[in-house]
């Protein structure tokens, strides 16, 4: 089967269409690693791009995001464990007190298309749940999300919480959210700041591969 037609119809978002392509390349015997790696993978990679450039919007990048995750609870169960979490493990949220989760979820998701296997512990996570989710997945990334200017001091409150527990070496931590800045990130002592989820996916592997 071609994988790219896999690719074209989840950029064009169109998610009954992708999952009714996703179920006939698994039951012709593709390998549902290729039909990640091949297909759904390059067509979130494009999104991401596309978005970057400016040649796609936000609800058409939710759309292929939407489409992506449905794909993905179909294929996820055929896959074997190594299949996802190639790039490696990424635990997110969103910090205690603030309960937006929209752009939270749209990150999980550019960073799952890209390969991370993907813990996504919620909104309104306390600073403890947060640490306890790291010390639980040993990821390599930590992601969280703040959209209100009263909670963004959660994010340096949790980084400090790592320190304490004597795991904030093991984990890049990045943060996200509409009203976090560069300086913000810096100020806190942060690995990484990305304004959107598309170059976030992007920085994180420049970051992770200048570190290994
Ligand atoms: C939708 C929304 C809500 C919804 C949330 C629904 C949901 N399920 O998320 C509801 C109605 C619940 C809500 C509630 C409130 N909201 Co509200 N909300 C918004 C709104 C309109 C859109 C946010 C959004 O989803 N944007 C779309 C997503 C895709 O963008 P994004 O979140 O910025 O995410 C992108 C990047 O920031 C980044 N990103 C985000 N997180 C992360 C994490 C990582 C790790 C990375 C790498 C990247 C990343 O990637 C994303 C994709 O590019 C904003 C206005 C705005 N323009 O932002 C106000 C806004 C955030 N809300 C605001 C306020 C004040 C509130 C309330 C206090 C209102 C009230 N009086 O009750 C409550 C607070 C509730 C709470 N305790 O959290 C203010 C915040 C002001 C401030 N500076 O603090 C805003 C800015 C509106 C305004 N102009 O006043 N809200």
Redesign the pocket.
């Known amino acids: 089967m071609d994988l790219s037609k896999i690719s074209e119809t989840l950029i064009s978002g169109k998610s009954d269409e992708l999952k009714k392509l996703v179920e006939e390349a698994v039951n012709s015997d593709a390998n549902p690693s290729d039909i990640l790696n091949k297909g759904l993978l390059p067509g979130m990679d494009a999104v991401g791009q596309k978005w970057k450039a400016g040649d796609m919007f936000?609800p058409e990048v939710?759309r292929s995001a939407k489409a992506m995750s449905n794909a993905m609870d179909y294929l996820r169960p055929k896959l074997k464990d190594d299949d996802l979490g190639n790039a490696g493990t990424m635990v997110?949220g969103?910090v205690a007190?603030?309960?937006?989760?929209?752009?939270?979820d749209?990150?999980a998701m550019m960073f799952e298309g890209a390969g991370y296997k993907v813990i996504n512990i919620g909104?309104?996570q306390s600073n403890e749940n947060f640490v306890n989710a790291v010390k639980e997945h040993k990821p390599n990334l930590l992601?969280?999300?703040?959209?209100?200017?009263?909670?963004m001091p959660r994010m340096g409150e949790v980084i400090n919480s790592l320190k304490e527990a004597g795991i904030r070496d093991q984990v890049a931590v990045?943060?996200?959210?509409?009203?976090?800045t560069e300086e913000f990130a810096t100020e806190i002592g942060a690995d990484?700041y990305?304004?959107?989820?598309?170059t976030?996916v992007e920085i994180t592997k420049e970051y992770l591969q200048k570190k290994s």
């Open positions: 936000m939710l997110i969103t007190g603030d309960l937006h989760d929209i752009g939270k749209l990150a909104i309104d992601g969280m999300s703040a959209l209100l200017t009263t909670t990045i943060i996200g959210g509409a009203p976090v990484l990305a304004p959107n989820a598309g976030a």
